[in-house]
């Protein structure tokens, strides 16, 4: 943020939303973040665990959505501290505040994916969020980082179906 200094020059601030504010956004991130953790273990899952014909599909889309998801999850947890907060970082709280759940034990090709557009719903849910949150506080910095992933998400989830109904 800046304010304008007594000589009019330019200063720059920290982030200066009110608390409450400021709670909203960290509280969604981590909500997020949380989530993302668990979806990123599920992809890792079914790229280790698919079999049958589809295996170089999901294989190697599960392991591109996870390697993005390295990236974000970084993002997003180093923006909380932008704030002054702290991420969310151990698994138990990972899987209190997350709203993903964990796969069963053997899901078939098919359920895989059935399961990673749900989770990309999901995921987008949480965006949706942080962005409103972002948005009612002015966070400009907030708002365009979701953004990003938020349009990445919809493409991949645009992808996932085509290939889910292909037949
Ligand atoms: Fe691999």
């Known amino acids: 943020m800046e304010k ?8 720059f601030k920290e982030l200066g939303f009110d608390k409450e504010d400021k709670t909203e956004i960290t509280k969604a991130l981590n909500e997020a973040l949380c989530s993302y953790q668990i979806f990123f273990h599920k992809l890792q899952k079914f790229h280790w665990n698919v079999k049958g014909g589809d295996f170089f599909d999901i294989h190697e889309i599960t392991e591109e959505l996870y390697t993005k ?6 993002e997003i947890a180093e923006r909380i501290r932008v704030f002054g907060d702290y991420p969310k970082s151990n698994l138990s709280q990972y ?3 997350s709203i993903i759940s964990e796969s069963s034990e053997k899901e078939s090709p098919e359920e895989m994916i059935h399961i990673v557009l749900g989770d990309l719903e999901k995921m987008m849910e949480c965006f949706l969020n942080i962005h409103g949150a972002a948005v009612s506080s ?8 979701i953004s990003k ?3 990445d998400f919809e493409t991949d989830h645009w992808k996932l179906k085509s290939f889910a109904y292909k037949s």
């Not at 304008?4 to 200063?11: C, E, H, K």
């Not at 998801?69 to 970084?74: K, P, R, S, T, W």
């Open 4 to 11: 304008l200094r007594d000589n009019n020059t330019i200063a």
């Open 69 to 74: 998801g390295l990236e974000n999850i970084d």
């Open 95 to 97: 899987l209190a505040n």
């Open 138 to 145: 002015g966070d400009i910095g907030t708002s365009y980082m």
């Open 149 to 151: 992933m938020m349009k």
